[in-house]
T-cell receptor, first 114, second 114 residues
Framework: NAGVTQTPKFRVLKTGQSMTLLCAQDMNHEYMYWYRQDPGMGLRLIHYSVGEGTTAKGEVPDGYNVSRLKKQNFLLGLESAAPSQTSVYFC?????????????FGEGSRLTVL | KNQVEQSPQSLIILEGKNCTLQCNYTVSPFSNLRWYKQDTGRGPVSLTIMTFSENTKSNGRYTATLDADTKQSSLHITASQLSDSASYICVVSEASSSASKIIFGSGTRLSIRP
């Protein structure tokens, strides 16, 4: 079982460049999430989706955009990368609403913005 | 503000020894509390879930406790093994219709030495 797959795993960007992180899940989950993890801090929710074609803002959405065109995919975009976006990004999915269902995480994508 | 505080931040113990990790939270209204294990370079994986009515739950050598009155939880690891070296994250969910009401602690980094 692949579970939740994130690509790419590593990326280095220059300030102002754009990029897209792809998350794919094969568990037929309705809910998908993008988190960022920074040293000494808990995971923080960037954006989430409660189903195909829906997206919603989380705790730290500024500077990011997302799309959920297909149920199995959730894309996170950075239009103009900034050094403050250097972080490890995790995608997660859940069968039920996140605050009741178990979150299944991908392996993470480490992004460095110079 | 809903918060989840974990202690200690880091812990080093010898293989075979026991240890206990602590989690205090101020999340209200409370839905459930999960402990996740995050190996270095990997995504978090759920170990246990505790609901309001549960005091203790075991998963192999891991035993989680919950005191909903004092808003405290602990994760006890028995007879530690080298593979237990990881970060352990306490995650508390708020009872809400929103999928975003999940608060992550910053984790305890556990190192098991041979």
């Amino acid at each position: 079982n692949a579970g939740v797959t994130q690509t790419p795993k590593f990326r280095v960007l220059k300030t102002g460049q754009s990029m897209t992180l792809l998350c794919a899940q094969d568990m037929n989950h309705e809910y998908m999430y993008w988190y960022r993890q920074d040293p000494g801090m808990g995971l923080r929710l960037i954006h989430y989706s409660v189903g195909e074609g829906t997206t919603a803002k989380g705790e730290v959405p500024d500077g990011y955009n997302v799309s959920r065109l297909k149920k199995q995919n959730f894309l996170l975009g950075l239009e103009s990368a900034a050094p403050s976006q250097t972080s490890v990004y995790f995608c997660a999915s859940s069968y039920r609403q996140g605050n009741t269902g178990e979150l299944f995480f991908g392996e993470g994508s480490r992004l460095t913005v110079l | 503000k809903n918060q989840v505080e974990q202690s200690p931040q880091s812990l080093i113990i010898l293989e075979g020894k026991n240890c206990t990790l602590q989690c205090n939270y101020t999340v209200s209204p409370f839905s459930n509390l999960r402990w996740y294990k995050q190996d270095t370079g990997r995504g978090p994986v759920s170990l246990t879930i505790m609901t309001f009515s549960e005091n203790t739950k075991s998963n192999g050598r891991y035993t989680a406790t919950l005191d909903a009155d004092t808003k405290q939880s602990s994760l006890h690891i028995t007879a530690s093994q080298l593979s237990d070296s990881a970060s352990y994250i306490c995650v508390v969910s708020e009872a809400s219709s929103s999928a975003s009401k999940i608060i992550f602690g910053s984790g305890t980094r556990l190192s098991i030495r041979p």
